[in-house]
């Protein structure tokens, strides 16, 4: 337990996306995740689809991470990580700005039908292919939080995004994200 939630959340979210555990992130990483997702939504290897996935998730990288590496970096560290994420919290317009299209990003991934919303079996496939160590009971209370009508609408699921990353306030919903919040565990 403690008592800066937003640092535990964050440090949480970093765990999952270095899958392979080296304590850094880079642009690998981001494509894996690209793969890891389309793979886990059902697009073949090689697909169209997969590339769009690769490229959404090398974007973040370039755009969200890239301009903040120190100069002849290629890769970044935990506790850097923390440290640029949690300057957003005190920095609402920048929040929306780099986490709203971070959460933009990830809805165009995640809606695979197209229809403008994220149905519980199109959230599942995202999460599970994105953090791909997130359990199912987890995934199934992520939804139950940030959901009230069986889908997340476009605005849901953005919220959801830019308060996991960016939100001190223990009440709001995207703290569940990723399920349980990790410090309530
Ligand atoms: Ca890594
Ligand atoms: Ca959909
Ligand atoms: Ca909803």
Request: no cysteine.
């Amino acid at each position: 337990m403690t008592d800066d939630i937003l640092t535990a959340k964050i440090e949480h979210g970093f765990d999952h996306l270095d899958a392979d555990g080296s304590g850094r992130l880079n642009e690998d990483d981001h494509a894996m995740m690209g793969k890891r997702a389309a793979a886990g939504l059902g697009h073949a290897d090689g697909s169209p689809e997969e590339a769009r996935a690769v490229a959404a998730f090398v974007f973040i990288w370039n755009d969200l991470h890239r301009p903040h590496l120190p100069e002849g970096r290629e890769d970044i560290d935990k506790a850097s990580f923390v440290a640029s994420t949690r300057s957003l919290a005190t920095d609402p317009a920048a929040a929306e700005a780099t986490l709203g299209a971070l959460g933009r990003t990830y809805l165009s991934i995640a809606d695979i039908d197209g229809d403008g919303e994220v149905s519980v079996e199109e959230f599942a496939a995202f999460q599970r292919s994105h953090s791909p160590g997130l359990g199912q009971d987890d995934i199934d209370k992520a939804f139950a939080y940030l959901d009230r009508d069986d889908r997340l609408t476009a605005e849901e699921f953005v919220n959801a995004v830019v308060e996991y990353w960016s939100s001190t306030d223990p009440q709001d919903p995207g703290n569940w994200w990723m399920g349980q919040p990790i410090y309530e565990r």
